[in-house]
C-alpha cells in the first residue's frame, strides 16, 4: 500500500473543512437503467443506479472496465437513451426538456479530440461558447482568463493541431468551458498529460469547484487524481453503485484498520494458515529472522487477537504501523468485495441507500 | 435553479442566439476555406476538371451531339456539382465530425442537434451557390455560350432544386450517426443523383415527383430559354415546391429518427 505523504498535496487542504457544503441539488440521478437488446441477449450495463450532486461538488465517478461508468455518464447527458429513471440537472428534467438540460452542462468525453484542430485555440472557445447559446464577444473576457489559466494564451492564434498533446486536452477542456456551465463532465481529463500538466489540470479544477462552484463529474482511471481533486467518489460495479461516500470518508475507514505486524521468527504454517483465514493477513513475508504482514481488521480490538495468536504460538512482537491506504487501495476492496459477496437485491439497496 | 455567476454564462437559445451560431458556423467555414487555400482551389478544381473531361471529351468524340446539348450539359453539372456540395455537407459531414470526435457536443447544444444540423447545412448550402457560381462562369466562357442568368429566378429555383439533395443528405447524415462506415453508399448517391437530374421528365412526367427532376426541369428551361420565375406554370412551381418541402422534411425525420435510434443503442459518436 503507498504513504498518502507521497501523493500530491490538495490544493485547498482539506477542501471539506475548508468550504462550507453546498446545499442545493444540482444533479440528481434516480433509479437509472439501461439494457441493451432484448430477451435471453439482453446485457444491462446500468442497474438502477440513485444519486445526487450538490452544487460546486466535485465527484469521481469510478469503476473497472464494463462498470457502466461511461454508459451512466451518456445516458445522464442523453447521449444514450435510458431505459428507465430520471435525470435532473439544474432542477430541469432532462426526460421533459433536453435542450434546457444543455444549457446548464458541458462536457469532455474524447478527450484531445473535443475540438476542431484546424482552427485556433481562440476560434474554438469562439465557436463552442456560440453552439452553446453564448455571445462569443461578450465571453472573450472569459476566454482570455480561461487561456490565462490554462497557460494557452501565448498559442491563442495558433492552430491545436500544432499543439503537444497536453495542450490539446486543455484546450478541450477550456472549449467545454468556454460557454460556462454550472455541470461539467470529464471523462479521463488527465490522460496522456505529463506530470505538471496534470497537476496544473487539477489545481484548476478545484479552482473551479471552489471559486466558480461549477459542480464537476469526472471519470478516471488515475486514482491520484480523483484522491487529490474530488470530494466524493461513486463506485460503479455490474452497472450498481457499491460506494458512494466521501474521499476521506472512504480512506479513514481504512485508515485505523489497517496495520503492518513485525514478529521475530518464522511463523508456522499453521500459525500462518489461521491469521490468513481468520485475520484477512496478506503479503506475509519471511525476513532473515523475522516475519512481516499486512492485516486488514474489521474493529481496533481485532488487533489484540491477533497479538495474542502471535504471542500463543511464541513469537514476539517487534513492531507494527497503521497503514494509510490511499483510494486505490479502497477501490480495489470494494470492488473485489462487491464481486466477491453478491447481495441480495434488498441488501444492496438497504447499502446503497445508507451511503448517500 | 442555475446561479449565474458570470455574464459570459447567459445562454441565448432564442433567434439572437440561432442567428449567432449561424454567423459561427459560417466564419468556421470561411476561415478553413481561406486557411487551406490548396484545399479550397483543389476542391473547387477538381469540379471544373470533371467538367472539361465531359465537354473536351465529349467535343472530341462526339461534337455534334456536345454541340446540340451543351446548354443542358451545363445546367445539369450546375446542378450536380451544387448537390454533391450540399448532400456530402450533411452526409461525409457527420462522419468526419464523429470521426473528430465532436459530433457529441453538436449533440449537446442547447439549440438542439436537428436546428445545430440544419445551420451546418445553410452553410453548405451557401458554399454550394459560391461554388456554383464560379463554376457556371467558368463553363460558360469555355463553350462560349451564355445563359441567362436572371438572379430573381435561378437562386430561388436552384435553392428549391437543391432541397431534395439535402434531404438525401439527412437520410445518409442519420444513417451514418447509425451505422458509422457507409462511405462507399455515399458514393453510390452521388451517381444516383446524375440519373434524377437527368431524368426525362417530359417523357414521363410522373417523374416530375422524383427528388431534384422538377428542379433540374425547370432551371434548364429559366437558363436556357429565359423563362421568370412568374412566368412558369403554378403547377410546375406548385411540384417543385412540394417536392422541396417533401424531401427535406422527410430526410430530416429519417436523420432525428436515426440520432434516436443511435442513442438507443449508445452508439452516438462512436466510430
Not at chain 1, 453564448?134 to 495558433?158: C, I, W
Not at chain 1, 491520484?224 to 479513514?252: H, K, M, N, T
Not at chain 2, 454567423?23 to 473547387?44: C, E, M
Request: charged letters at 25%; one cysteine or more; hydrophobic letters at 45%.
Amino acid at each position: 500500500m503507498s504513504q498518502t505523504t507521497d501523493r500530491p498535496q490538495r490544493v485547498d487542504g482539506d477542501a471539506s473543512s475548508t468550504r462550507a457544503p453546498a446545499a442545493e441539488t444540482v444533479l440528481a440521478v434516480d433509479d437509472l437503467r439501461k439494457s441493451y437488446g432484448s430477451g435471453e441477449d439482453a446485457v444491462t450495463a446500468v442497474d438502477g443506479v440513485s444519486f445526487e450532486i450538490t452544487r460546486g461538488e466535485v465527484v469521481g465517478v469510478l469503476g473497472p472496465n464494463g462498470a457502466g461508468k461511461t454508459t451512466t455518464i451518456k445516458s445522464i447527458l442523453g447521449l444514450v437513451v435510458p431505459s428507465s429513471g430520471s435525470v435532473e440537472i439544474a432542477g430541469v428534467d432532462a426526460d421533459d426538456d433536453l435542450r434546457g438540460v444543455y444549457q446548464h452542462v458541458g462536457a469532455m468525453l474524447e478527450g484531445a479530440r473535443n475540438t476542431y484542430w484546424r482552427l485556433t485555440v481562440r476560434e474554438n472557445l469562439r465557436f463552442f461558447a456560440a453552439l452553446g447559446g453564448n455571445d462569443p464577444g461578450a465571453a472573450r473576457e472569459r476566454h482570455d482568463r480561461l487561456l490565462e489559466q490554462f497557460d494557452l494564451a501565448e498559442k491563442a492564434d495558433e492552430t491545436v493541431n500544432g499543439l503537444s498533446r497536453g495542450q490539446k486536452q486543455k484546450v478541450s477542456l477550456a472549449a467545454t468551458l468556454a460557454r460556462g456551465t454550472d455541470v461539467v463532465f470529464l471523462d479521463e481529463p488527465t490522460l496522456g498529460l505529463d506530470v505538471e500538466a496534470s497537476l496544473e489540470l487539477r489545481r484548476e479544477l478545484r479552482r473551479l469547484a471552489d471559486e466558480e462552484a461549477i459542480t464537476v463529474v469526472l471519470s478516471s482511471h488515475d486514482m491520484d487524481v480523483v484522491e487529490d481533486v474530488c470530494d466524493r467518489v461513486v463506485i460503479l460495479s455490474d452497472g450498481r453503485v457499491i460506494a458512494d461516500d466521501p474521499v476521506e470518508e472512504l480512506v479513514g475507514v481504512f485508515d485505523t484498520q489497517a496495520y503492518r505486524v513485525v514478529a521475530d521468527g518464522r511463523l508456522s504454517d499453521a500459525v500462518r494458515a489461521r491469521l490468513v483465514r481468520e485475520y484477512r493477513v496478506e503479503n506475509v513475508e519471511v525476513l532473515a529472522d523475522r516475519t512481516r504482514f499486512d492485516v486488514t481488521l474489521g474493529d481496533d480490538d481485532a488487533l489484540y487477537d491477533v497479538l495474542g495468536v502471535l504471542d500463543d504460538a511464541g513469537h514476539d512482537l517487534l513492531d507494527v504501523d497503521g497503514l494509510e491506504p490511499d483510494l486505490e487501495d479502497v477501490f480495489l476492496d470494494v470492488t473485489d468485495r462487491a464481486h466477491r459477496e453478491p447481495e441480495s437485491e434488498d441488501q444492496r439497496d438497504d447499502a446503497t441507500e445508507g451511503s448517500r | 435553479m442555475s446561479t449565474t455567476t458570470d455574464d459570459a454564462r447567459d445562454v441565448d437559445v432564442g433567434p439572437r442566439g440561432f442567428l449567432r451560431f449561424f454567423g459561427a458556423s459560417a466564419r468556421k467555414k470561411l476561415l478553413l476555406l481561406v486557411r487551406y487555400p490548396v484545399n479550397t482551389i483543389s476542391q473547387f478544381g477538381t469540379v471544373l476538371l470533371v467538367f472539361f473531361v465531359l465537354f473536351f471529351g465529349g467535343r472530341a468524340v462526339a461534337p455534334t451531339a456536345i454541340s446540340d446539348s451543351i446548354e443542358g450539359i451545363i445546367v445539369g453539372y450546375l446542378l450536380w456539382s451544387m448537390s454533391i456540395t450540399a448532400y456530402s455537407g450533411l452526409s461525409w459531414g457527420v462522419t468526419r465530425e464523429a470521426q473528430w470526435g465532436t459530433l457529441e457536443q453538436l449533440f449537446m447544444s442547447p439549440f438542439g442537434f436537428g436546428p445545430v444540423m440544419v445551420v451546418k447545412t445553410v452553410v453548405n448550402v451557401l458554399e454550394s451557390f459560391l461554388w456554383g457560381a464560379g463554376t457556371l462562369l467558368v463553363m460558360m466562357a469555355v463553350t462560349g455560350r451564355w445563359l441567362a442568368v436572371d438572379p430573381f429566378t435561378v437562386l430561388p429555383v436552384a435553392a428549391l432544386a437543391v432541397a431534395p439533395a439535402v434531404g438525401i443528405g439527412f437520410v445518409f447524415g442519420g444513417l451514418a450517426i447509425r451505422f458509422k462506415r457507409i462511405e462507399n453508399a455515399f458514393q453510390l448517391v452521388q451517381f444516383l443523383l446524375v440519373g434524377l437530374i437527368a431524368a426525362p421528365v417530359a417523357d414521363y412526367p410522373l417523374l416530375k415527383w422524383a427528388p431534384l427532376a422538377q428542379g433540374s426541369q425547370l432551371l434548364q428551361t429559366a437558363m436556357t430559354e429565359g423563362v421568370r420565375l412568374w412566368e412558369f406554370p403554378a403547377g410546375d412551381l406548385g411540384v417543385l415546391v412540394a417536392t422541396a418541402v417533401g424531401y427535406l422534411a422527410l430526410g430530416y425525420a429519417a436523420f432525428h429518427y436515426c440520432q434516436r435510434w443511435a442513442r438507443r443503442e449508445g452508439v452516438m459518436g462512436h466510430y
